[in-house]
T-cell receptor, first 114, second 113 residues
């Protein structure tokens, strides 16, 4: 298993500002994933972050809006840029268990944009 | 593409009632199937999983059987408790590192004393 820590756990932000969410894993992992969970909705994959390469974004998500860094095998950041109220969501970092296919999740970062 | 369909909630039950949350899927190949639980204010936790047909995943009194013939993975519990109140997500994914998980829409369970 993997223990994943995210911060901030929650924040209230003003429209037009940007916020960076940090994700720390307690072991080295190849792939890290960022998901968004809009209020009352299921999870949507934003992007996959591999160390040493550009993140791979899913349809509907772009690097300019959600830049991602992956400087080493235990850490990643997701920035939500130029925020609007529609960006109010829980953002979840996750990684995959070795050989098991299951995902482990951080506690999530709950953003509210006013 | 792959998809997961769950029964819509909320599901409201009295304590000690029997729970079933339906989950069906469409997928190519032979995916693994998962149930995740999200307690209020928390992230997702893996509840149980099954990696091949006819496997039964179980944990904390919850069970789900991987039914390939009906493409289903229904979650059941014989006697729910108030502490089971949460949102439950069914998900599927391959065992390859590159395969992402596809999540259902989630089902909110509310258990009343």
């Amino acid at each position: 298993s993997a223990v994943i820590s995210q911060k901030p756990s929650r924040d209230i932000c003003q429209r037009g500002t940007s916020l960076t969410i940090q994700c720390q894993v307690d072991s080295q992992v190849t792939m890290m994933f960022w998901y968004r969970q809009q209020p009352g909705q299921s999870l949507t994959l934003i992007a996959t972050a591999n160390q040493g390469s550009e993140a791979t974004y899913e349809s509907g998500f772009v690097i300019d809006k959600f830049p991602i860094s992956r400087p080493n095998l235990t850490f990643s950041t997701l920035t939500v840029s130029n925020m609007s109220p529609e960006d109010s969501s829980i953002y979840l970092c996750s990684t995959r268990g070795l050989g098991t296919g299951e995902l482990f999740f951080g506690e999530g970062s709950r953003l509210t944009v006013l | 593409g792959d998809s997961v369909t769950q029964m819509e909630g909320p599901v409201t039950l009295s304590e000690e009632a029997f729970l079933t949350i339906n989950c069906t899927y469409t997928a190519t190949g032979y995916p693994s199937l998962f149930w995740y639980v999200q307690y209020p204010g928390e992230g997702l936790q893996l509840l149980l999983k099954a990696t091949k047909a006819d496997d039964k995943g179980s944990n904390k009194g919850f069970e789900a059987t991987y039914r390939k013939e009906t493409t289903s993975f229904h979650l059941e519990k014989g006697s729910v408790q108030v502490s089971d109140s949460a949102v439950y997500f069914c998900a599927l994914g391959g065992n390859n590192a590159g395969n992402m998980l596809t999540f259902g829409g989630g089902t909110r369970l509310m258990v009343k004393p």
